[in-house]
Nanobody
Framework: DVQLQAYGGGFAQAGGFLRLSCAAA????????VGWFRQAPGREREGVSC????????YYADSVKGRFTISSDNAKNTVYLQMDSLKPEDTAVYHC?????????????????WGQGTQVTVSS
């Protein structure tokens, strides 16, 4: 079975940090784009960051640029999202997803596999 598991969420104070991990089972991230998305209550799911194993390209949403860092560990088949200088508006459920055979992509419809979400809550 193909599975993605996102974990590492929790509580943080504004200005603090958390690191999310996205681990794959049943496939490797080779020739995939892995993206992080978030959804806050009453809001649409939005793309936060994406990394492509095809060409190493990286995307960040303007709202997290300079604060979040995406990286991958191919040996562990895991993608990380380091979230620094957290803000209350970063509070959301964060999901990771994988798209096959593409570079960086933000379109939710392009993703083939989705992990369950992990809650991130940032207090002011």
């Amino acid at each position: 079975d193909v599975q993605l598991q996102a974990y590492g969420g929790g509580f943080a104070q504004a200005g603090g940090f958390l690191r999310l991990s996205c681990a794959a089972a049943g496939f490797t991230f080779d020739d995939h784009a892995v993206g992080w998305f978030r959804q806050a209550p009453g809001r649409e799911r939005e793309g936060v960051s994406c990394i492509s194993s095809r060409d190493g390209s990286i995307y960040y949403a303007d709202s997290v640029k300079g604060r979040f860092t995406i990286s991958s560990d191919n040996a562990k088949n895991t993608v990380y999202l380091q979230m620094d200088s957290l803000k209350p508006e970063d509070t959301a459920v964060y999901h990771c997803a994988a798209a096959t055979g593409v570079g960086v992509v933000v379109d939710i419809g392009a993703y083939d596999y989705w992990g369950q979400g992990t809650q991130v809550t940032v207090s002011s």
